[in-house]
């Protein structure tokens, strides 16, 4: 019985095999569907040109000149308030670093709060690291060292990326690269991390003319 069953099924027409590519290629339905999905790319490559020409994808460095405009002109952004000696502004550097290529739709940028006295004040930032989160810019949260982040300094990168999205900056979606667990190296023996900004930096700027009209300030 089985030589038999083996006999009738190589007499069979092999019918899947005869698929004819040039009649499926010349398939409107399919031209359509093909068209759809080359416009769909098309428009995805545009959009992520636009936005990297208006400094997405990478975690830049701005100054206290630039902050107004960058902030104002990114639907979202994060600025990160670090000062260059600070152990755990470092750290921020690394992951958000990390994160700024993968959230293509958030701008991600870093001011250094030595340099930038005037909205160190207006902002009223005691505590760096600083991370302010903007949204068509408005300043509408924040993370105040790493009191979001279990108030450890080996947080990951995911823990980072969750409170982010959790806070609405970032988007649900990302890219299929799985995100590195990054676990700090960073020596232990750090010399400043969380010291009140206060101490440091005198405010010598004036302020009582000085208007915001454009950016609005959230308490």
Not at 26 to 38: I, V
Request: glycine content about 4%; aromatic content about 8%.
């Amino acid at each position: 019985m089985e030589v038999i069953a083996k006999e009738k099924a190589q007499a069979a027409p092999a019918i899947h095999d005869e698929v004819d590519l040039d009649e499926l290629l010349d398939d409107p339905e399919l031209e359509k569907l093909h068209a759809e999905r080359l416009a769909a790319l098309k428009r995805e490559v545009e959009k992520r040109e636009v936005l990297k020409r208006q400094g997405h994808g990478e975690y830049r460095e701005i100054t206290e000149g630039d902050f107004l405009g960058e902030v104002t002109r990114g639907d979202k952004v994060i600025c990160h308030f670090y000062h260059r000696e600070f152990y755990r502004c470092k750290i921020m550097d690394k992951h958000l670093k990390a994160l700024a290529p993968v959230y293509l739709g958030t701008k991600f940028v870093k001011l250094d709060a030595e340099n930038a006295p005037f909205f160190v004040a207006k902002l009223a930032i005691k505590t760096l690291p600083c991370v302010i989160l903007f949204k068509k810019g408005i300043a509408l949260d924040r993370l105040v060292g790493f009191d979001d982040l279990g108030s450890k300094d080996d947080f990951s990168t995911r823990a980072l990326e969750n409170v982010l999205k959790r806070k609405g900056i970032i988007e649900e979606k990302k890219k299929d690269d799985d995100d590195e667990d990054d676990e700090t190296d960073m020596s232990k023996d750090r010399r400043l991390s969380e010291v009140p900004y206060d101490l440091c930096v005198p405010y010598c700027i004036e302020q009582e003319n000085w208007k915001l009209d454009v950016l609005v300030i959230c308490q």
